[in-house]
Every structure is written in C-alpha cells, then in structure tokens.
C-alpha cells in the first residue's frame, strides 16, 4: 500500500479547510438563511461582517506559499478558535448535530493541515 506523502496530506487538508471558509464566508456574506440563523445564534450583525473579512484573510494566509510561518500560526490559531466556538453555540442552540460534526471534521482537517505543514 503506498502511502501520502506529507505534503500531498498538507495540500488534500488545507484545501478542505479553506473551502469551508471560503464557503462559509460567502454564505454569511450573501444567503439569507445564513444571515438569519447567525442571529439567531444570539451573535451581533457587525460580528458577521468581521467574520467574512477574517476568513477570507485567513484563507489566503493558509493557501500562499509566501505568507511567513508566524503569520499562518495565527491564522490556523485563528480558524481553531472560531471553529470551537461554532461548535459550542451550535450545541447550546441545539441545533443539527450534523453542523457539530462538520465543524469536527473540519477541525481534524485543520489539525493534519498545521501538523503536515511543520513536517
């Protein structure tokens, strides 16, 4: 059985990673259902905003060869903290448990992205 290289298992996470952000940040930024169910959450409408605009910054800080090492750290710090907090209004507001367990998965693709990356 041949094996992932590091890199290959970097890029296959980092890019699930970063389509969910890019995805989310569209969905907040432009349906209405996803607007609505961020307050719903009990969250303010101007913390959406900065929502969109750090996800997208931290998409491309992850996707970038060039971006320096310290700077993608925050950025995977960054996405790990929002996921987390996703993930606990989503479980107060009893909602879906599927949306828990997308965010999960998620959450291990960033965990293998930031591990292959220091490989």
Known sequence: MKYFSSELMYWISTM???IFLLISAYSYAFQKAAIEGFIDLGFPNFFRIQLIVLKIIAALCLILPFV?????EWAYAGIGIFLLTAIVAHLVHKDSILITMINLVIVGALIISNYCLKL
């Open 16 to 18: 699930i990673v970063v």
């Open 68 to 72: 320096p090492m310290l700077i993608k």
